[in-house]
């Protein structure tokens, strides 16, 4: 093993064009193979070899630290450990994280197209080779050339990011990279029907603990139609699903593009395409990158745009956002405050006739006790196909439940027989009187609320068993849209019960 100290900010140069800072550090070298070959000069395996990198990162490092990689021929895998030290801080202050991720001799330009794999802080040790990779990073030959393992240093303490890299490369025979088999675009379905979907999941493919046979069969228990894919910044899920789609099924591939500055699922994109996260919202690049999402056929939809984890926080406004998450996993506080953004927004495009926001809930499931389909999505789609989903979660033709066991009709009705379901607008003159009505099945102990560009103006008990309808009546001048919420009974005095339920918006006016 050889020890390397060019990791001690050793820089080779400090680099900024349109992304997050990043500084370079000087490169790691290993010995020139013959071309072609892993043998030795008499004909024997050619021995691993091993380089070590140590340094310390000061606080106020950038995003993204690259330690170039000089790659000879003749390399059948790449290995990759890196171990770092915690520090000792006062409480309320960050301490030391650290993720990884590696591109190989394409480089690190912003669009990944050397981009081979991240597993941000969920593993110490990955590897590379044609035939086989660590999951959350992409198979593929070792090709002779300058790699670049990327560091980010999430969080750095005030005594600095003492870290310890190791590249093992093996030599042989580089053998072949088996073509990838994505799930189909279609399943079976029912036509025009309400299938429900959780578009927020995390498998071993980034940092969850659960394996894609483990996360679908928990999907069908869930009574779950379609599900995401949407591991953190890496795409190599998108090839681990095969034998676990069906008639029953569908398993739409995308990315949870998790930024410093907030997370975005893009959701339903093209197998194998890549999508990067390495900028700010100060860097002006969302924009480029929303369309790049739809460009691949995709979705753009903000995750959890208050949760308080480090990074979580959404900074990059909803421009150019086609949905948003407003309920993640158990319904807290910060889903509260997500969707009093929401409803803010749809008082606003209700007055100005803009296009508005549909919402969508997804659990975000990492591993046990977290709970698939809790909440889930229930989508009125045509058929059961990615692009017939997505048409309909644009459209806002969906609601959310916390299970499969609640159930809603939703919508409002006018004279002339003149009906508006969920997503849709109802033609009416301001003083003509319209009745909104929901029915709810699976929702026990729970109250509906209907809610306005007034706010909530109506409220009702559902009887015992949880299976009931309610009624109100109003008119355009008084309420521009109207949605339903059903909440549990409140556990804290003074703040609303927990969500069981709630629809997107029934538009009201001409």
């Excluded at 029953?248 to 893009?266: S, Y």
């Excluded at 309920?327 to 910060?334: E, L, Q, V």
């Excluded at 644009?394 to 939703?410: D, I």
Aim: glycine letters at 14%; hydrophobic letters at 35%.
């Amino acid at each position: 093993m050889t020890e390397n100290g060019s990791g001690s900010i050793g820089r080779r140069g400090l680099i900024a064009t349109g992304a997050a800072a990043a500084l370079t550090l000087g490169s790691v070298s290993f010995a020139n193979a013959a071309p072609g070959g892993g043998a030795g000069a008499a004909g024997g395996a050619r021995p691993d070899e091993t380089r070590t990198v140590r340094g310390t990162l000061p606080p106020g490092a950038p995003d993204f630290v690259y330690l170039p990689v000089e790659v000879p021929h003749g390399v059948r895998e790449l290995a990759v450990s890196y171990a770092y030290e915690k520090a000792s801080v006062p409480a309320g202050t960050q301490n030391n994280a650290l993720d990884i991720g590696i591109f190989d001799e394409r480089g690190t330009a912003l669009g990944g197209a050397g981009f081979r794999g991240w597993s941000g802080g969920a593993r110490t040790e990955f590897f590379l080779r044609a035939d086989d990779a660590t999951p959350g990073y992409l198979r593929g030959p070792v090709r002779a050339g300058t790699w670049h393992i990327a560091l980010g240093p999430y969080t750095v303490a005030p005594q600095g990011l003492p870290y310890t890299v190791t590249v093992t490369l093996k030599y042989g025979d580089p053998g072949t990279t088996p073509a990838p088999v994505y799930p189909p675009p279609r399943a079976k379905g029912r036509g025009r029907a309400w299938y429900r979907g959780d578009c927020h999941l995390h498998s071993v493919h980034s940092d969850g603990g659960r394996t894609p046979a483990e996360i679908a069969a928990l999907a069908r228990a869930a009574g779950l139609d379609f599900i995401n894919t949407s591991e953190h910044n890496t795409t190599s899920g998108h090839r681990a699903w095969q034998g676990l789609w069906g008639d029953d099924l569908l398993i739409m591939t995308g990315e949870e593009i998790t930024t410093r500055n907030g997370h975005v699922v893009a959701l339903g994109t093209e197998p194998g395409r890549f999508v990067d996260w390495r900028y700010r919202a100060r860097d002006h690049r969302f924009g480029h990158v929303a369309r790049g999402v739809r460009a691949a056929g995709g979705l753009v939809v903000p995750a959890h745009p208050h949760a308080t984890c480090v990074g979580c926080n959404w900074k990059f406004g909803f421009g150019d956002a086609d949905a948003v998450e407003v309920w993640n996993g158990p319904y807290t506080p910060d889903d509260e405050a997500t969707l009093a953004e929401w409803d803010n927004s749809l008082a606003v495009a209700s007055r100005s006739g803009r296009a508005w926001l549909p919402a969508m809930g997804n659990s975000d499931a990492h591993r046990d006790p977290d709970r698939v389909g809790g909440p889930q999505t229930v989508v009125l789609a045509d058929d059961l196909t990615t692009r017939a989903i997505q048409a309909g979660l644009r459209a806002g033709h969906s609601y959310v439940a916390e299970s499969a066991a609640v159930s809603l009709s939703f919508g409002v009705s006018g004279g002339y027989g003149r009906h508006a379901g969920i997503g849709d607008r109802l033609r009416a003159s301001p003083d003509e009187p319209v009745t909104a009505r929901l029915e709810v099945t699976g929702a026990p102990g729970c109250t509906v609320a209907f809610v306005t560009d007034q706010g909530t103006l109506h409220t009702t008990a559902l009887p015992a068993s949880g299976t009931g309808t309610a009624t109100w009546r109003t008119t355009p001048a008084n309420a521009t849209y109207i949605r339903a919420e059903v909440r549990h009974t409140p556990t804290a005095p003074g703040f609303p019960g927990p969500m069981a339920a709630l629809t997107n918006p029934v538009f009201l006016g001409g």
